[in-house]
């Protein structure tokens, strides 16, 4: 069974940087996009950025050049790189992953929370 696991969330004050890490485990055969989005309180899940599998990246207007998406394809693992937090990234931030395992299916992880104090 495919999970996907992230970490490196936390409490940061305004200004300072994150690495998000996001490993996918069990029998996969091929990831074919990789994404990162986030849900504050009280509105929609966003997308933050996404990865394809030749390496395209898009990112959500909001993050002008402060966040870096990149990934391992070695160890099935994602990063999301972010400098210059804002209180409004301020979100719990899931990790997506659209795979091969047995078949072709969309993976979230659980999330986990990002917390920028002003």
């Known amino acids: 069974q495919v999970q996907l696991l992230e970490s490196g969330g936390g409490l940061v004050q305004a200004g300072e940087s994150l690495r998000l890490s996001c490993a996918a485990s069990g029998s996969i055969l091929r990831v074919n996009v990789w994404g990162w989005y986030r849900q504050a309180p009280g509105k929609e899940r966003e997308l933050v950025a996404s990865?394809?599998?030749?390496?395209?990246?898009n990112y959500g207007d909001f993050v002008k050049g402060r966040f870096t998406i990149s990934r391992n394809i070695a160890v099935n693992t994602v990063y999301l790189r972010m400098n210059s937090l804002k209180p409004d990234d301020t979100a719990v931030y899931f990790c997506?992953?659209?795979?091969?395992?047995?078949?072709?299916?969309?993976?979230w992880g659980r999330g986990t929370q990002v917390t920028v104090s002003s």
């Open positions: 990865i394809t599998n030749v390496g395209s990246t």
């Open positions: 997506n992953a659209r795979l091969q395992g047995s078949s072709w299916d969309n993976y």
